[in-house]
């Protein structure tokens, strides 16, 4: 049993190499490429797109109704116009959880780090040009 | 008289050829920071350097990358907050431009020095070098100097309220290097850092978002400005007094003011001192006279749930657990 599930785990590692096809990128990178392009990717490309769609899937998570927790004199109106160079009275806030705040972090840190492959992969094929 | 062997002629011969050809070559003595930038040409790098990430921007939103992001509202949208967050020895540089509100509507868009987090700001006021007020710029009270800000630390806030549909702007992200950071928010519940405050009279914390126990590695207190020599500082009992010294504090806010001091160290340290603090937020905070060149280094990691410290029976209802 177990030695079939490692050679069913060989044969599809198989399939992915032979299925890579190295194709230089575009500068300008494309978020949503076309489907028919998917089945001769790379793997890294793979795995990337496999990144992109976990983080639209958080952004959605984070899509939510806020309201502002203020921080109001009695009798001060929220739209009048506050002078930046004095004490507006107030203070802007959200009432986040750190549980949301950590998730957006999390978020974002994937974000920079799937841009760094990015520019990873523009520079490479700028340096085989 | 010595004769020559032939292969050694051989290889004289190419050597000779390869020294005439102009071959040989030298090593660019690149900036260590250009890593592959140092392998393109100066066309290639503009190319590179020109190019610009670009998104939509959430009405909640959080970003550490460089870029312009646009927001469009299609419908009213009343409360929205864009956190920034940036490596910690970088400063965020905020730019809006294609704006499109009606300030006079009750839109507005202002940007934060700092973040802001159910009431609490971080840095707190007492460790911000600006008073509350001129950590706001609001576009909307003047639109040429309201259209840019730059943080003072790595952390910066867009607030903005829009409601009309079909109104929006873009806000241009761009980080510069700070070669003294203070006040860091991490990016990471993992990581290292060394915080350096050369005779400066500042009060600087390094804030983890997360529970975790912190490891002081390095703790440099107390070097004279002067050549003349000083004894070595001794044991102070609790640090009362001193001008330099360093906490942990531990709360479940971002305003280090609010925060519950769980230790503090105010002699320098060559061996290892650790705490765990099971808060939702951990911070290392340098206190520093100005009179020395003060020096922590730290290593810290997230704390596993079954790692957490267990609440003492006498501690108290709103203050996390530590050990």
Redesign the interface.
């Known amino acids: 049993m177990k030695a079939s599930f490692l050679c069913f785990l060989f044969l599809v590692g198989l399939m992915l190499v032979w299925s890579a096809d190295c194709r230089p990128i575009s500068s300008r990178s494309e978020m949503n490429p076309p489907t028919s392009r998917l089945l001769s990717r790379p793997l890294l490309l793979r795995l990337v797109d496999r990144a992109k769609r976990r983080m639209n899937r958080r952004s959605e998570d984070l899509d939510l109704d806020l309201d502002w927790d203020q921080d109001l004199d009695q009798n001060q109106d929220l739209d009048q116009d506050q002078d930046s160079g004095q004490d507006s009275g107030l203070d802007l806030s959200l009432d986040l959880t750190f549980f949301l705040l950590r998730e957006a972090l999390q978020r974002a840190v994937s974000e920079k780090l799937l841009q760094q492959v990015l520019t990873n992969q523009r520079l490479m094929e700028q340096i085989g040009k | 008289m010595m004769t020559v062997p032939p292969r050694a002629q051989l290889l004289l011969l190419l050597v000779s050829l390869s020294s005439r050809m102009g071959l040989s070559r030298y090593i660019e003595d690149s900036d260590a920071s250009d890593g592959?930038?140092s392998?393109?040409s100066l066309e290639?790098k503009r190319?590179?350097e020109d190019?610009i990430?670009r998104?939509p921007l959430?009405?909640?939103?959080?970003?550490?990358?460089e870029g312009s992001f646009t927001f469009g509202a299609s419908r009213p949208q009343?409360?929205?907050?864009t956190?920034i967050?940036a490596e910690p020895n970088e400063v965020i540089s905020l730019e809006l431009s294609d704006v499109n509100i009606d300030?006079s509507a009750?839109d507005f868009i202002?940007m934060?020095d700092g973040w802001?987090?159910?009431?609490?700001k971080f840095p707190s006021n007492q460790d911000h070098p600006l008073a509350?007020?001129q950590r706001?710029?609001?576009f909307?009270?003047?639109s040429a100097a309201?259209s840019t800000s730059r943080s003072s630390q790595n952390v910066a806030m867009v607030?903005f309220r829009i409601h009309g549909a079909n109104s929006g702007f873009t806000l241009t992200v761009k980080k510069l290097h700070n070669p003294f950071p203070c006040n860091i928010m991490s990016?990471?519940p993992e990581g290292s850092f060394t915080m350096v405050m050369p005779h400066q009279r500042r009060n600087c914390s390094f804030s983890i978002?997360?529970p975790v126990e912190i490891r002081l590695t390095e703790l440099s207190l107390g070097q004279a400005k002067s050549n003349e020599l000083i004894p070595q500082k001794k044991v102070w009992s609790a640090c009362s007094g001193s001008g330099d010294y360093v906490e942990l504090l531990g709360g479940?806010g971002v305003d280090t003011s609010h925060m519950f001091p769980v230790a503090d160290l105010c002699f320098s340290l060559s061996g290892l001192a650790q705490m765990k603090i099971g808060c939702?937020?951990s911070v290392v905070r340098l206190v520093s006279s100005g009179n020395y060149i003060n020096r922590v280094s730290f290593q810290y990691r997230l704390l596993e749930r079954d790692e957490l410290p267990k609440a003492s029976e006498n501690s108290l209802d709103n203050f996390c657990s530590v050990e």
């Open positions: 592959l930038y392998l393109l290639q190319e590179a190019f990430f998104r959430r009405c909640l939103d959080m970003l550490s990358t009343l409360a929205c907050a956190f967050i300030c009750g202002k934060f802001v987090l159910k009431g609490e509350s007020h706001y710029t609001d909307c009270s003047s309201g607030f990016q990471s978002i997360y479940n939702d937020n």
